[in-house]
Each structure stands twice: as C-alpha cells, then as structure tokens.
C-alpha cells in the first residue's frame, strides 16, 4: 500500500474499502501499516478502492478463482492522466514562448532554491534546469505534463518540509505548496529527464 514508485517510502492508507461481487464486504483502516493480511478472502471478484495522495478516488480489482495465495499492490500515488482535465502550460506554448517552474524547499535541516525553464522553438522543446540544458523528446514532454498534471492535483499536507512551486508564463504566476513529504515530484521528473 505504497507509493509505487519508491518502496523506501511508508505512504499509508486512511481507508480501504473492499467489495465482493459489487457488494460491500469490508472497511478496513490500515493505517500505519503497509502490509495487510486478509485471510477470509473466498472466491469471487473484489474491488479494492482508496484515495491516492492526490485526493482521487482509485480502484483495483482482484479475482479469486482458487485457494492460494495473492498479492495486490496499490499504488498511493497513481492519478488517471486521461481523465484529467487540466491544461498544461507545456501544452499552452506557441512558437517562441516559455514559462518557468522555481521550485522552493525549506526543512529543519535543508534550504534550496531550483529553477526550470522550458521553451518552445522552431517546433521543438527545451528545457533549461539549473546547469542542465537539453532538446526534450516526446517522452520528456509526457514526462513534464505529468509532473503538471500531479501538481496541480497536490494537497498541502503537514510535514517538516515545505516545497513550494512557482509557475510562471507570460503575465500569470500559480503558486502550489506541498508539505506532503509524499509526492517527491521534482525528484522523479530530474531523474526521467536526466537519469535515464
């Protein structure tokens, strides 16, 4: 019941609720534990729903068709992009323009300051992000309307850090905050673009 994307992280559930064969058969709050047993399980077709960290309603469905064991993985951090009807500013970009993400984080421990630059230019896209500069293949720019689409779905939260971003394109500036300690967006995004 973790973020799919890092197991070293522990994102728990607030509730999980189960259904057999369209029924309800089970609520379970698992909180603070990351591994759940269900041993009364019997055969039959289960939906597991819950909230992502992202405050959207997810399902998974399990058939049980013989007495074994199974294991089902529900990933916190999932969000449907094809339901998603966010305009993305990677996609608002005519010939000639950019916009900016500043991306903010202040902890106990840490203070740091990033700035991203993305630009549009003879029909390509560029992304400028620190010392780092490089063309973006269509997978890069999947990649950023994601993050986009993610943060712009990102509750508050209440951690010890504070990651504040700041998007600007031409007149209009959108300040987000995370104080999740969960999402790590900028992390994954640095390491798509750059790592792979």
């Given at each position: 019941?973790?973020?799919?994307?890092?197991?070293?992280?522990?994102?728990?559930?607030?509730?999980?609720?189960?259904?057999?064969?369209?029924?309800?058969?089970?609520?379970?709050?698992?909180?603070?534990?990351?591994?759940?047993?269900?041993?009364?399980?019997?055969?039959?077709?289960?939906?597991?729903?819950?909230?992502?960290?992202?405050?959207?309603e997810?399902?998974?469905?399990?058939?049980?068709?013989?007495?074994?064991?199974?294991?089902?993985?529900?990933?916190?951090?999932?969000?449907?992009?094809?339901?998603?009807?966010?305009?993305?500013?990677?996609?608002?970009?005519?010939?000639?323009?950019?916009?900016?993400?500043?991306?903010?984080?202040?902890?106990?421990?840490?203070?740091?300051?990033?700035?991203?630059?993305?630009?549009?230019?003879?029909?390509?896209?560029?992304?400028?992000?620190?010392?780092?500069?490089?063309?973006?293949?269509?997978?890069?720019?999947?990649?950023?309307?994601?993050?986009?689409?993610?943060?712009?779905?990102?509750l508050?939260?209440?951690?010890?850090?504070?990651?504040?971003?700041?998007i600007s394109?031409?007149?209009?500036k959108?300040?987000?905050?995370?104080?999740?300690c969960?999402?790590?967006?900028?992390?994954?995004?640095?390491?798509?673009?750059?790592?792979?």
């Amino acid at each position: 019941m973790k973020d799919c994307r890092d197991t070293s992280q522990h994102i728990y559930l607030s509730e999980l609720v189960v259904f057999k064969n369209n029924n309800l058969f089970k609520t379970i709050n698992p909180q603070l534990k990351n591994t759940q047993f269900l041993s009364e399980l019997d055969t039959g077709t289960y939906i597991f729903q819950y909230k992502t960290i992202f405050d959207t309603e997810e399902k998974t469905k399990l058939n049980i068709s013989e007495n074994k064991k199974y294991t089902l993985l529900l990933c916190v951090n999932y969000i449907d992009y094809s339901k998603n009807a966010f305009t993305t500013y990677i996609d608002q970009l005519k010939e000639n323009e950019s916009y900016s993400i500043s991306i903010a984080s202040d902890g106990c421990f840490h203070s740091t300051k990033d700035l991203i630059k993305i630009k549009r230019e003879k029909n390509n896209y560029y992304i400028n992000w620190g010392e780092k500069l490089k063309i973006l293949t269509k997978e890069n720019v999947l990649a950023i309307k994601y993050f986009e689409i993610e943060l712009n779905h990102l509750l508050k939260g209440f951690c010890t850090t504070q990651d504040t971003y700041t998007i600007s394109y031409k007149e209009t500036k959108k300040i987000i905050c995370d104080g999740s300690c969960n999402w790590k967006g900028a992390y994954y995004l640095h390491k798509q673009l750059f790592e792979k």
